[in-house]
């Protein structure tokens, strides 16, 4: 079984930055990370689970949803079996419970996912 867990969310004021990490652990070497498409969701406040980015397992493609492109970057770290997201000019909007999530192969559903975190809080407010 592998397991994610997230870090980094915090509260940020609107047109700041904020950087997000998941990490995973558990039986990496059975089910290899480095294999596998890894993502971000989130779930705003009283709102469904959206899709908001994804990288392939070498990290050459990368997907975004529209409402984050040009703001958010996602990266991986296949050594450390860790993935990021780096979040910039964050506005009330992006406020969220940030998940990660990896599977084999690239999906914008949260379902498709075999592996999925807990979430981490964002909240952005002035």
């Known amino acids: 079984q592998v397991h994610l867990r997230e870090s980094g969310g915090a509260s940020v004021q609107p047109g700041g930055s904020l950087n997000l990490s998941c990490i995973a652990s558990?039986?990496?070497?059975?089910?290899?990370?480095?294999?596998?498409?890894w993502a971000w969701f989130r779930q705003p406040p009283g709102k469904e689970r959206e899709f908001v980015t994804s990288?392939?397992?070498?990290?050459?493609?990368?997907y975004y949803a529209d409402s984050v492109k040009g703001r958010f970057t996602v990266t991986r770290d296949n050594a450390k079996t860790t993935l990021y997201l780096q979040m910039t000019d964050v506005q009330p909007g992006d406020t969220a419970m940030y998940y990660c999530?990896?599977?084999?192969?690239?999906?914008?559903?949260?379902?498709?996912?075999?592996?999925r975190g807990q979430g981490t809080q964002v909240t952005v407010s002035s």
């Open positions: 990288i392939s397992p070498h990290g050459d493609f990368k």
């Open positions: 558990g039986d990496t070497i059975r089910n290899p990370i480095r294999n596998l498409h």
């Open positions: 999530a990896a599977g084999s192969y690239y999906s914008t559903s949260w379902t498709d996912s075999s592996y």
